[in-house]
Each structure stands twice: as structure tokens, then as C-alpha cells.
């Protein structure tokens, strides 16, 4: 059984310039969430994706946006980048949505913007 | 707004005593929370899990306690080893939006 992967691992970019985020979900998982993980902080919610729809989103801009693809596998888009939206950006996967459904990390992507 | 806080950034213990990790939340709406256990370089692992219709829950050496009236949650690790030495975060949850404290560094010392 596979894990939930991310890529890519490490990422450098400008300010103002556009960047996508991929993820692969756990074999059978139908549910991911993307998190933000800012130095020295928790993981703050960006949002959900069950079944290819958003199901909820957390105190974020429009500029983040997100997709799931029909094998559940993600894409995090944030665009106009700013220095604050360096961090590390981590999706998990899960069987379902509720908030009792086990959510498996991914190792995250490293996110520098200059 | 940070809603869930750990208070205590770092704890060190000594292997077999037992470490005790705190956390505090504002919302009185969370019915879900959850310990996370981070290592270097990898992503959080879920650990344990609690209802707010219950106060306790065990697995193993982890234990969550759950005092709503204080708006506290604490995880008891018996007996600590070397290898639960990581970041553990809290998190709690109303619907399906998660809520994470900033983490707390625990050591275990052999």
C-alpha cells in the first residue's frame, strides 16, 4: 500500500509568480486536505476536496485554490505569491470526510519565496 | 486567532517516567480532537483521538483526557522511550475544518 506522496519536494519561486502543488492520495482514500505550515507553527487549513468537490475551506484567499482528479489525487494552485506564502505545505488523505476519519500526511512541500 | 495553543514549545523527560503534553483550545464548538506526532522531515502521524462526549480515551502507552469545562486537553504518554522523542501537535475539529496548536518538542533522555 502506498502513501500519500507530495511533490515536489522542495520549491523556489518569485514574488507574483504562480506555483502548483501535487499530491497523491493513499490507495481507496477519497478525501484531501491541504495544510499550511508556516515556521515555528501548526499546520493551518487551506481546505478539503471530497470526492473532486471542495468541502470546506479555512481563512484563506482566493488566490489558493485547489483541484481532485477522478483517482483522488490533489493540486494546490496559489497564485500572485507572496513572501508569507513561504512554508511548508503539507496534504493528507483519508477514507472519508469526517473529522473522525484518520487523515495520513504526506511528507509536505517546501515552499520558498523570494 | 490561534484557537488551539500549546503553550509549552519543548518538555523533556526522562525514559520511563511519564510525559504529560498540554494543550488548550478557545472554541467551544470543537467536538473532535486528535494528538499528531511529528518527526524531522516527515509529516504528522495521527497518535490518538478523542469525542468531546467523552473524557478519556486510552491506547496503549497514550492516554488523551479531555476536560471540556476548562476547554483543556492533555496526552500522558507511560512509559516514555527514546523513540517517542518528536513534535506533537493538537488538533481539534468542528465539522471537517481541522484546528492545530503550534506543537510542543519532546525529548526523551535514555
Known amino acids: 500500500e502506498t502513501g500519500v506522496t507530495q511533490s515536489p519536494t522542495h520549491l523556489i519561486k518569485t514574488r507574483g509568480q504562480q506555483v502548483t502543488l501535487r499530491c497523491s492520495s493513499q490507495?481507496?482514500?477519497?478525501?484531501v486536505s491541504w495544510y499550511q505550515q508556516a515556521l515555528g507553527q501548526g499546520p493551518q487549513f487551506i481546505f478539503q476536496?471530497?470526492?473532486?468537490?471542495?468541502?470546506g475551506r479555512g481563512n484563506f484567499p482566493p488566490r489558493f485554490s485547489g483541484l481532485q482528479f477522478p483517482n483522488y489525487s490533489s493540486e494546490l494552485n496559489v497564485n500572485a505569491l507572496e513572501l508569507d506564502d513561504s512554508a511548508l505545505y503539507l496534504c493528507?488523505?483519508?477514507f472519508g470526510q469526517g473529522a473522525w476519519e484518520t487523515q495520513y500526511f504526506g511528507p509536505g512541500t517546501r515552499l520558498l519565496v523570494l | 486567532d490561534q484557537q488551539v495553543k500549546q503553550n509549552s514549545p519543548s518538555l523533556s523527560v526522562q525514559e520511563g517516567r511519564i510525559s504529560i503534553l498540554n494543550c488548550d483550545y478557545t472554541?467551544?464548538?470543537?467536538?473532535?480532537f486528535l494528538w499528531y506526532k511529528k518527526y524531522p522531515a516527515e509529516g504528522p502521524t495521527f497518535l490518538i483521538s478523542?469525542?468531546?462526549?467523552?473524557d478519556k480515551n486510552e491506547d496503549g502507552r497514550f492516554t488523551v483526557f479531555l476536560n471540556k469545562s476548562a476547554k483543556h486537553l492533555s496526552l500522558h504518554i507511560v512509559p516514555s522511550q527514546p523513540g517517542d522523542s518528536a513534535v506533537y501537535f493538537c488538533?481539534?475539529?468542528?465539522?471537517?475544518?481541522?484546528?492545530f496548536g503550534t506543537g510542543t518538542s519532546l525529548t526523551v533522555i535514555p
Open positions: 493528507a488523505s483519508s
Open positions: 476536496y471530497y470526492r473532486e468537490e471542495e468541502n
Open positions: 478523542i469525542s468531546s462526549i467523552k
Open positions: 472554541n467551544s464548538m470543537f467536538d473532535y
Open positions: 488538533a481539534a475539529s468542528t465539522g471537517n475544518q481541522f484546528y
Open positions: 490507495s481507496g482514500h477519497n478525501t
